[in-house]
C-alpha cells in the first residue's frame, strides 16, 4: 500500500492549480440520472471517489465517456466527461458500493424522480460518525414517497403519477438530504419549498447545473429553495466549481511552512471564513487575476479560536487542517467542531509529530509548541491525513502517512502540487 514521505523545514514558493470540487463533482454526476440526454461536466477532479462513483453509475446504466483532457505542464488534469443515461437499468445500490461512498446513498432522489422506485442500501457507519438517512427520508416522504426499510435497504416508491411537490422544512442542515430532494423535486408535480436547506457553493453549483439541464430552481445559496416541477430535463454542458476544501487546504500549508505561493483557478468568495481565520493567524491573503495570494514571511503563527457550522461558517472540512496550522501557533488556540461527532481522530496522530493538544466533548484545545518532529503516522479519513501532511511539512525530519487511500479519494495530485512549490513530499510504493 502506497505511503506518503514528507521530510518538513522548506517553505512553499509557486503557483498550486486548484482542481474542481470533490464534492460538487458527486453530486453532478448522479444528476445525470435524470435525463435520457447527456450531461457533460467539465473541470471534473481525477480522484478515487469519482472513479467509484463512475462504476457505481454504470451499473444504473449511464454510459460514461472522458475526454478533452486539458494539458497543463505535460500533464492532464480537469477532465471532461460525458454521462449518458438512456435508460435506468437497474434502480437497486446495493450494499457493496454503498458502503464504500456514502455521497452513493444519494442516486436514491433521481432515481425514484425517474422511475418512480429506488431500493438503496443504507451506507453504514464511518469513522467520523453515525451519519443517519432521517432527513432524506422524511423529505421524501414529504414528497409523498412511500419508505420501508428492509433488510438493511431503504425500499421507496412514488405515487403512480409521480412525485408531488411540497414543503418541507429541514431539522437540521443537511448538504446530502438538500441535493437529493432538491434532485427529486425537479421532476415532481408541483412546486416544493426546501427551508432551512445547505447553502453551501456546491448545493448552488448542483442547482445552477439542474437550472441548466431545464430545472426551475431559485433561491439556492439561501436557506429556501424552491422547486417548480417540470415534466422532463435535458442534457447541458456545466463547469464543476472550484474545490474550496483543497484551495483552504494549501492556503494553511503555505501559513504552516511560510512562503508565497498563488493558488489558481480558485475564489476567495468561496471561503471567506476559513481565509479570514487563516489570515488572523498570520498570513496575508489578497485576490489575483485567476486566484488567491498566500503569503506568509518571518512573522509567527498566532492562535485563533474556531468553531465549524454549515455555510457560510468555518467548513468541518477544514478542521483537522486548521488543527494542523494551530499545532505551532505561538499560544494557546480552540477548536470546537459542531457537524460531526467523532471528528478529531487526527488529534492522536497529530500528537506523534509533538503536538499538545487535549480534548473536552466537541472541542479541542491545542497548546503551540516551537518544533514538531517527523514520525510515523496513520491517515483515519480525508480531511484528517492531509491534516497529518500539513503537520509533516513543518516538522523536523521524516513523516511517514500511511493509509495514503484516504487522501487519494480527495485530493488529486497532493504530492506533485507540494513538491513543484518545494517541498520534500514524495509517494513511496511499498
Ligand atoms: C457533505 O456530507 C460532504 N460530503 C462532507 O464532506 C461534509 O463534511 C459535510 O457535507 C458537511 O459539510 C459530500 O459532499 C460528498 P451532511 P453529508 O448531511 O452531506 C447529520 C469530505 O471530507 N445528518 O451535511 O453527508 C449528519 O450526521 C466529506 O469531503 C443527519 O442527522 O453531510 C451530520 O451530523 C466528509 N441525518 C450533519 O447532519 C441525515 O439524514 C451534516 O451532515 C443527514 C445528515
Redesign the pocket.
Known amino acids: 500500500m502506497d505511503r506518503i514521505r514528507i521530510v518538513g523545514g522548506n517553505e512553499l514558493h509557486g503557483v498550486i492549480p486548484i482542481s474542481g470540487a ?3 463533482a ?2 453532478l454526476m448522479i444528476a445525470s440520472l435524470l435525463t435520457d440526454d447527456t450531461l457533460t461536466l467539465e473541470n471534473v477532479p481525477h480522484l478515487a ?1 469519482v472513479e467509484q462513483l463512475i462504476r457505481i453509475l454504470g451499473n444504473h446504466g449511464v454510459d460514461i465517456s472522458v475526454n478533452g483532457r486539458r494539458e497543463r505542464q505535460g500533464e492532464s488534469y480537469a477532465r471532461t466527461i460525458h454521462f449518458t443515461c438512456r435508460n435506468i437499468v437497474d434502480t437497486t445500490a446495493p450494499y457493496e458500493l454503498v458502503s464504500k ?3 452513493s446513498f ?1 442516486v436514491i432522489g433521481p432515481l425514484l424522480a425517474r422511475e418512480g422506485k429506488a431500493r438503496v442500501s443504507l451506507p453504514g457507519g ?1 469513522a ?12 421524501l416522504q414529504a414528497l409523498s414517497a412511500n419508505i420501508e426499510i428492509d433488510s438493511g435497504y431503504v425500499n421507496a416508491t412514488a405515487p403512480a403519477g409521480g412525485l408531488i411537490g411540497a414543503r418541507y422544512t429541514f431539522p ?8 437529493v430532494l432538491m434532485m427529486a423535486a425537479t421532476l415532481a408535480n408541483g412546486t416544493t419549498v426546501l427551508g432551512n436547506a ?1 447553502r ?1 457553493p ?1 448545493v448552488v453549483d448542483l442547482a445552477n447545473c439542474l437550472n441548466a439541464m431545464g430545472a426551475k430552481i431559485t433561491g439556492q445559496g439561501t436557506a429556501t429553495i424552491t422547486i417548480e416541477g417540470v415534466r422532463s430535463l435535458s442534457g447541458a454542458r456545466h463547469r464543476v466549481l472550484p474545490d474550496r ?1 483543497e484551495t483552504g487546504t494549501y492556503a494553511m500549508a503555505v501559513a504552516m511552512t511560510g512562503g508565497d505561493v498563488i493558488l489558481e483557478d480558485t475564489d476567495m468568495a468561496l471561503l471567506d471564513t476559513a481565509l479570514e481565520a487563516i489570515r488572523r493567524a498570520g498570513a496575508e491573503i489578497t485576490p489575483t487575476n485567476s486566484g488567491i495570494r498566500v503569503v506568509r514571511n518571518g512573522a509567527g503563527i498566532k492562535p485563533v479560536d474556531i468553531v465549524t457550522d ?2 457560510p461558517g468555518f ?3 477544514l478542521q483537522a487542517q486548521f488543527m494542523g496550522l494551530m499545532t505551532k501557533s505561538n499560544g494557546v488556540s480552540h477548536i470546537t467542531e459542531t ?3 467523532n ?1 478529531f481522530m487526527h488529534v492522536q496522530e497529530l500528537a506523534r509529530l509533538g503536538a499538545k493538544i487535549s480534548l473536552s466533548g466537541q472541542t479541542a484545545k491545542i497548546e503551540g509548541v516551537s518544533r514538531l518532529k517527523g514520525a510515523p503516522v496513520m491517515a483515519t ?3 484528517a491525513s492531509v491534516s497529518l501532511v500539513i503537520a509533516g511539512l513543518a516538522a523536523e525530519g521524516e513523516t511517514m502517512v500511511s493509509r495514503v487511500y484516504h487522501l487519494d ?2 485530493f488529486e495530485r497532493l504530492e506533485e502540487k507540494l513538491t513543484r512549490c518545494g517541498a520534500h513530499v514524495e509517494r513511496v510504493s511499498d
Open positions: 470533490k464534492n460538487a458527486l453530486p471517489d461512498m456514502r455521497a444519494w464511518c467520523i460518525g453515525t451519519r443517519p438517512v432521517d432527513l432524506f427520508i422524511e423529505g437540521k442542515v443537511s448538504v446530502g438530504a438538500t441535493h445547505a453551501e456546491e476544501i454549515p455555510f467548513p468541518t472540512d457537524i460531526f461527532e471528528r479519513d480525508l480531511r479519494r480527495g
